[in-house]
């Protein structure tokens, strides 16, 4: 029984992930290019966005799911996450990559809610002129939103 739930699962996620990235994605592309100017970094920003999602949701959906997670930065732990998520109510609850380049900043992974659901997420800031602290807390106060 379990495999064919798997399998369910699995043929499910890929319907998802196939309408996230031909239905959803362009659908919001279209809509979000006209009011944040219309560049290519958006279009771009976009697409890195709904593929990170999805290859999260595949990860999630797969017999190495567990592995996956294991390899992942744990907030208030270990990694690049060891100074952040700190706070008792949250930490061991954020597993997450982080990555960062001159004026670009992200943060994609799992969040583990309170009532023990996971939610995949990803925050990409693109092209911000203040300071990398204050990008990074926002993005932190994302995640524990994302928690409650």
């Known amino acids: 029984m379990t495999s064919r739930l798997a399998r369910n699962l699995y043929g499910l996620t890929i319907f998802l ?7 959803v994605e362009p659908m919001a592309a279209k809509r979000l290019l006209p009011a ?11 697409l890195v966005f709904f593929q990170t999602v999805l290859l999260l949701g595949y990860m999630y959906a797969s ?6 997670l294991s390899i992942l930065p744990v907030g208030g732990q270990d990694g690049t996450l060891a100074t952040r998520f700190s706070d008792p109510t949250i930490a061991g609850r954020i597993h997450a990559k982080t990555g960062s380049l001159a004026h670009v900043s992200a943060l994609s992974g799992y969040a583990q809610r309170h009532r023990g659901d996971w939610v995949a997420f990803s925050i990409l800031v693109n092209n911000y002129n ?3 602290a204050e990008v990074r807390a926002v993005m932190d106060r994302i995640c524990e939103l994302m928690l409650e």
């Open 17 to 23: 992930a196939a309408f996230l990235l031909f239905a």
């Open 36 to 46: 944040l100017g219309g560049s290519s970094a958006v279009w771009i920003t976009c």
């Open 63 to 68: 017999p190495a799911r567990d592995n996956f």
């Open 130 to 132: 203040g300071p990398t």
